[in-house]
């Protein structure tokens, strides 16, 4: 059920673009993530990427699993999302093709100044998650099967601490996205992970701070998938493959890598050939 509402706008912002289409207007629609919406990026690269090309692109901006789960329904032209096992079990299964590596950057954990916790310095994630729990300290979840939601479980998983059984007490899942996960943690002193992008473009950090970071299990790397033509013919793979081949391109890796708040680059381009 906590996917019932994100789902709901979710179809209704597809049904709405690909009725605009009626229009004759040259656009994709690329499933992504909150985390490149949220950030910032997406409105500072698309209009370059429309100036270049002619094509607009239309961006429905949600979990990495419900991202996909759109892509493989057909709704979308591109998928843009940021977890590796999920991606390659979507080409795999024949939903994508030609997947590249775009860009990276990192995921840190957040929590109140107080740090109840005390779980600051930390060099292992794991071992973080593991003193929250102890604790009993306040965890805001994102519980939305987002890369990010993935790569939190993962790490509870290293910690061998099952969270989800204290779901409803010190942990909390409230089934949104990174903004709203930030916000609920902002405004109730609790422990969450971000990914670093969002959390730099995020207003709201009343006692929030960085304090766990560095881990290299904390890696995010974003990867960019044209839907399979041949599993639905409607995807529009010429405009969908000029979408890839400019973010993977020296002037879309340079794009990305200028996108900077308060002098602090948001994310890391590291295009790889396709299949790579």
Same mark, same amino acid.
């Given at each position: 059920?906590?996917?019932?509402?994100?789902?709901?706008?979710?179809?209704?912002?597809?049904?709405?673009?690909?009725?605009?289409?009626?229009?004759?207007?040259?656009?994709?629609?690329?499933?992504?993530? @909150?985390?490149?919406? =949220?950030?910032?990026?997406?409105?500072?690269?698309?209009?370059?990427?429309?100036?270049?090309?002619?094509?607009?692109?239309?961006?429905?901006?949600?979990? @990495?699993?419900?991202?996909?789960?759109?892509?493989?329904?057909?709704?979308?032209?591109?998928?843009?999302?940021?977890?590796?096992?999920?991606?390659?079990?979507?080409?795999?299964?024949?939903?994508?093709?030609? !997947?590249?590596?775009?860009?990276? =950057?990192?995921?840190?954990?957040?929590?109140?100044?107080?740090?109840?916790?005390?779980?600051?310095?930390?060099?292992?994630?794991?071992?973080?998650?593991?003193?929250?729990?102890?604790?009993?300290?306040?965890?805001?979840?994102?519980?939305?099967?987002?890369? @990010?939601?993935?790569?939190?479980?993962?790490?509870?998983?290293?910690?061998?601490?099952?969270?989800?059984?204290?779901?409803?007490?010190?942990?909390?899942?409230?089934?949104?996205?990174?903004?709203?996960?930030?916000?609920?943690?902002?405004?109730?002193?609790?422990?969450?992970?971000?990914? !670093?992008?969002?959390?730099?473009?995020?207003? =709201?950090?009343?006692n929030l701070k960085i304090l766990v970071e560095g881990d290299p299990g904390l890696f995010n790397q974003y990867g960019v998938?044209?839907? =399979?033509?041949? !599993?639905?013919?409607?995807?529009?793979?010429?405009?969908?493959?000029?979408?890839?081949?400019?973010? @993977?391109?020296?002037?879309?890796?340079?794009?990305?890598?200028?996108?900077?708040?308060?002098?602090?680059?948001?994310?890391?381009?590291?295009?790889?050939?396709?299949?790579?």
């Amino acid at each position: 059920m906590k996917f019932l509402r994100n789902t709901a706008i979710a179809v209704a912002a597809v049904a709405a673009m690909l009725g605009a289409a009626q229009a004759g207007d040259r656009h994709i629609v690329v499933a992504s993530t @909150t985390s490149t919406e =949220n950030s910032g990026l997406f409105s500072h690269i698309l209009p370059m990427f429309e100036a270049a090309t002619g094509i607009e692109a239309r961006v429905v901006a949600v979990g @990495t699993g419900q991202a996909i789960r759109i892509a493989e329904r057909g709704d979308a032209d591109v998928l843009f999302v940021h977890d590796a096992p999920s991606e390659k079990r979507f080409v795999d299964a024949g939903f994508g093709v030609d !997947r590249r590596e775009v860009m990276y =950057n990192d995921f840190v954990i957040v929590g109140p100044v107080a740090d109840p916790a005390g779980i600051g310095g930390a060099s292992l994630a794991s071992a973080a998650f593991g003193m929250i729990a102890e604790a009993s300290a306040p965890f805001v979840s994102r519980g939305d099967d987002s890369g @990010t939601n993935k790569a939190e479980l993962r790490i509870w998983q290293a910690a061998g601490v099952d969270a989800q059984a204290a779901s409803g007490g010190w942990y909390r899942e409230i089934g949104a996205g990174m903004g709203a996960a930030l916000n609920t943690a902002a405004a109730s002193d609790a422990y969450t992970l971000s990914d !670093r992008g969002t959390w730099l473009a995020f207003r =709201n950090k009343r006692n929030l701070k960085i304090l766990v970071e560095g881990d290299p299990g904390l890696f995010n790397q974003y990867g960019v998938i044209l839907v =399979n033509p041949e !599993r639905h013919a409607h995807v529009k793979a010429a405009d969908g493959k000029a979408f890839i081949d400019w973010i @993977t391109s020296e002037a879309g890796q340079q794009a990305i890598a200028d996108y900077k708040i308060g002098g602090d680059q948001l994310f890391f381009p590291n295009a790889k050939a396709p299949n790579s």
